[in-house]
């Protein structure tokens, strides 16, 4: 299973810290969703013998700067999210085939509906299930997120979209094991199996793209064969 | 009071817990007793606290490293809501606190033996 964290800059602890507590608790890999951030991936996942994705998180006011970013980092990295938490950040997110994951798009003043579910399901957007605010908020903040998230999980449900669940760890500390994970997930009205699937996606986005960007492949069911001399004619 | 007959002792099962913060902080057993129930009371609410009855039995803390590993006990079939309440405990005492549970056993003994 793998999580999606954040590190320096952009989260409160360095990116080894972070890659190597992910690995102690028995995560095969991370995704790095880097904004400002510029780790070594490489290095890191030898280092703590974990599998460590180069994904990059935009974060944006309005669709149009956030377009703009996605043309921009797209070739670069291997995963790409845009944050949500707007009804516009979502819908464009979510009409996008470009991006990978719309993360938090029930925070803030996000909202999700079936049309945005049923869209995001067409093109293959990846909806988070972000169980950060149920980990680390009580209160009146806890009970909206968690409302935010029945609502989310009843939509995506109906669309049969895909989704991702995260922690949203802001730092080292922040990061939960991934049967703790699947453990709230249960508290909270998810099943179980879901959680884990969620979790398990990352790593299987990470496989796609990696492998969409290697250089046998041209398009999807195109792809350069191992026969360039006698096979072909 | 004269002790239960053996059929109806509650059952429990033994969390081993992984404490892990900034180094140089200290926690105490109390301290994280009272989180741990915070934490149950919050998610679970007071029925389901009451069912997992979670309580801190062992702690031990090395200040210098800022890392701690305790045994909590939880009722026998509780377990997955005593780990949900265990994952979202976040701060101790005031200090930010990562929690992994690292095992789970039937005896006391078995926790502090086979996961200190």
Redesign the interface.
């Given at each position: 299973m793998y999580e999606a964290v954040h590190v320096a800059p952009d989260g409160e602890s360095p990116a080894a810290d972070v890659v190597e507590r992910a690995a102690r608790l028995g995560f095969e890999g991370v995704v790095i969703l880097a904004r400002d951030a510029t780790p070594d991936h490489d290095a890191l996942g030898d280092e703590a013998g974990v599998d460590v994705v180069d994904g990059v998180e935009i974060v944006a006011p309005d669709p149009e700067r956030a377009s703009g970013a996605v043309g921009g980092h797209r070739p670069e990295h291997t995963l790409l999210a845009v944050r949500g938490g707007t009804d516009r950040l979502n819908r464009f997110a979510v009409e996008n085939e470009r991006v990978d994951v719309l993360t938090r798009p029930m925070a803030d003043d996000g909202d999700v509906n079936h049309v945005l579910a049923n869209r995001a399901a067409a093109n293959g957007v990846r909806i988070e299930f972000d169980l950060g605010p149920v980990l680390r908020k009580t209160g009146g903040r806890r009970v909206q997120a968690l409302r935010g998230l029945r609502k989310l999980r009843e939509l995506v449900a109906d669309a049969g979209a895909p989704f991702v669940v995260s922690a949203s760890a802001p730092s080292r500390l922040g990061l939960r094991a991934p049967r703790e994970l699947v453990a709230v997930g249960e508290a909270v009205g998810f099943d179980p199996a879901a959680v884990r699937v969620g979790l398990q996606e990352w790593g299987e986005l990470a496989a796609r793209n990696r492998h969409r960007r290697s250089a046998s492949f041209v398009e999807p069911g195109v792809e350069r064969g191992p026969y360039d001399d006698e096979g072909s004619s | 009071m004269k002790h239960l007959p053996k059929h109806l002792r509650p059952r429990w099962r033994y969390l081993a817990v992984a404490v892990?913060?900034r180094p140089g902080a200290s926690l105490d057993r109390s301290d994280f007793q009272r989180a741990v129930w915070y934490a149950a009371g919050?998610?679970?609410g007071d029925a389901g606290s009451a069912d997992a009855d979670l309580r801190v039995l062992r702690f031990s803390f090395d200040s210098d490293a800022g890392e701690g590993t305790a045994a909590v006990r939880a009722r026998h079939g509780e377990v997955?809501?005593a780990?949900?309440?265990?994952?979202?405990v976040?701060e101790v005492g005031g200090e930010?606190?990562?929690?992994?549970?690292r095992g789970v056993s039937g005896t006391l003994r078995g926790c502090t033996a086979k996961y200190r």
């Open positions: - | 892990e913060t919050n998610l679970l997955r809501p780990r949900a309440a265990l994952a979202c976040t930010s606190v990562g929690v992994h549970v």
